[in-house]
């Protein structure tokens, strides 16, 4: 029996995580992060795929794929592209999957561009302000699904 999929999608500079703004990003890579969540999806009976690209049509890209591949959920750190992405929220709305946003840092709590979130206008929930622990509450709410 195959287990469920969840992608796990990130954007914009979290590439550099580890070495980015460590005091908001704290000083994990996302290597890190993704070695931590393949540990816990594998407790959860679940598979994920972790990818990352700073170009939004790619990040449009593979919501699509979600869908196409049956995924279970989607976690999206869309980064900088929350703020400023209509097509990430219609590609959001597109898909039947449901999506998860997620960020490290707590925008609400920093400036007041990043207080307006696209994704989050059409994503199932949002975990936001708890470091890299964003992600695994994530995937534990994935997996409650
Ligand atoms: C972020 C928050 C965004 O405002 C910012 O542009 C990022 C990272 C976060 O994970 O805290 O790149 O999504």
Do not use: C
Request: glycine content about 8%; aromatic content about 6%; overall charge negative.
């Amino acid at each position: 029996m195959t287990q469920p999929l969840v992608y796990v999608l990130n954007g914009p500079n979290i590439n550099l995580l580890g070495t980015r703004e460590p005091g908001i990003y704290g000083h994990e890579t996302l290597a890190d992060i993704n070695a931590r969540l393949e540990e816990q999806a594998k407790t959860l009976g679940l598979t994920i795929k972790t990818l990352q690209s700073n170009h939004e049509g790619t990040l449009v890209d593979w919501l699509h794929e979600a869908q196409a591949e049956g995924a279970k959920a989607v976690i999206l750190n869309a980064a900088a592209y929350t703020h400023t992405s209509v097509a990430l929220l219609d590609a959001t709305k597109a898909i039947t999957v449901p999506v998860i946003e997620v960020h490290l840092s707590n925008p609400h709590k920093r400036e007041e561009f990043r207080h307006k979130s696209y994704i989050g206008m059409a994503a199932l929930g949002t975990i936001a302000g708890f470091g890299a622990q964003s992600y695994a509450l994530a995937l534990q709410a994935a997996a409650a699904l």
